[in-house]
């Protein structure tokens, strides 16, 4: 894939804020909406979720996850054409004593410093999720899959190609 579709992928991840989280309820797949930062050393997705909530409990007895971030809508592209990635990976608990915690804490309530309150919540638990593999769709009858290789390198400012 061009490198300038690359960039717009890490430009998508990095500047939206809300992606669709897909779970496994029950044996039934689940969506539910989280807001999210992405770790820039780790390349972690960063969420805070309630106990109380259906995906925090589908994600604590089935790790493995999939996000979706789509692309803001606009009058001139079609919806089929908005861009959109599908991240595959594993979530787990980042407890307070994690080495990443502080990081994790410090990048959520930078995007969002609304949510300082809910740390105060004792069902709150921040979650990070590993992504194992991207599916890139930058636009209409466009895609492109990475490794997490890939998608570690271009989130630490490369162009997606692994380190040699």
């Known amino acids: ?42 390349g972690d997705i960063v969420i805070h979720v309630s106990r109380l909530a259906t995906h925090t409990r589908d994600m604590l007895e089935h790790p493995a996850v999939s996000l979706l971030v789509i692309a803001d809508r606009t009058p001139e592209v079609m919806a089929q054409a908005r861009a959109r990635a599908a991240l595959a990976g594993d979530a787990r608990v980042c407890p307070a004593d994690a080495p990443e915690h502080a990081a994790a804490r410090r990048a959520y309530l930078e995007r969002f410093p609304d949510s300082e309150p809910m740390f105060g919540f004792g069902d709150f638990s921040l979650f990070l999720v590993s992504p194992r593999a991207v599916r890139w769709v930058p636009g209409f009858a466009q895609a492109g899959s990475l490794t997490r290789a890939q998608y570690l390198a271009l989130m630490a400012g490369g162009d997606g190609a692994p380190p040699a």
């Not at 717009?8 to 909406?33: C, I």
């Open 1 to 42: 894939m061009a490198p300038e579709l690359l960039r717009s992928l890490r430009t998508l991840l990095l500047d939206q804020d809300v992606a669709t989280l897909a779970t496994r309820h029950k044996d039934d797949p689940a969506a539910s909406m989280v807001p999210y930062v992405v770790l820039p050393d780790s």
